[in-house]
T-cell receptor, first 116, second 112 residues
């Protein structure tokens, strides 16, 4: 069973540009969540999608957005990049309880974004 | 709001030692608790998941316990090895289990 796949793994952008990151969850998982990880702030929750609907959102500015497609794949977009957006962006998928799953979170390897 | 604390922030031990990592949380109304391992620059690898109705889970040399009433979980690593060196994070799933709250992690170094 394939794990969570994130693309691209590494990318470099300049301030003011925008970036789109992609996440393919484990087959059968309908919940996808996104996290930002930086040395100073640790892991911070961005948002969570389930069946194409955003169910939860963290405390990030509107420059951070996401969506989920009917096949459960998700994308997140950051517009007008700032230096402080440099981080490891992690995606996690989860099988929902009551569907034969435990609710366990599984993470991808992340997308390392560097903003110059 | 749920707050998750992990102590110590860093730990260095000689190979072969048994060790305990701690995770505490402020709101005992949780759905589950999960321990992860993270190697530098990598994603998080799930180690153990404990449902709120369980007291402990075991996998190989790892044993995780959960005491909801005191808001604590421990991860016990037996006979540590240099390959165990990594950052260990705990995550608490809220009753609105769409949200997970992460601790800042314990960075473990096991010396040969």
């Amino acid at each position: 069973k394939a794990g969570v796949t994130q693309t691209p793994r590494y990318l470099i952008k300049t301030r003011g540009q925008q970036v789109t990151l992609s996440c393919s969850p484990i087959s059968g998982h309908r919940s996808v969540s996104w996290y930002q990880q930086t040395p100073g702030q640790g892991l911070q929750f961005l948002f969570e999608y389930f069946s194409e609907t955003q169910r939860n959102k963290g405390n990030f500015p509107g420059r951070f957005s996401g969506r989920q497609f009917s096949n459960s794949r998700s994308e997140m977009n950051v517009s007008t990049l700032e230096l402080g957006d440099s981080a490891l962006y992690l995606c996690a998928s989860r099988g929902m309880d009551g569907q034969g799953n435990t609710g366990e979170l599984f993470f991808g390897e992340g997308s390392r974004l560097t903003v110059l | 709001k749920q707050e998750v604390t992990q102590i110590p922030a860093a730990l260095s031990v000689p190979e072969g030692e048994n060790l305990v990592l701690n995770c505490s949380f402020t709101d005992s109304a949780i759905y589950n608790l999960q321990w992860f391992r993270q190697d530098p620059g990598k994603g998080l690898t799930s180690l153990l998941l404990i449902q709120s109705s369980q007291r402990e889970q075991t996998s190989g040399r790892l044993n995780a316990s959960l005491d909801k009433s005191s808001g604590r979980s421990t991860l016990y690593i037996a006979a540590s090895q240099p390959g165990d060196s990594a950052t260990y994070l705990c995550a608490v799933g809220g009753l609105n289990f769409n949200k997970f709250y992460f601790g800042s992690g314990t960075k473990l170094n096991v010396k040969p």
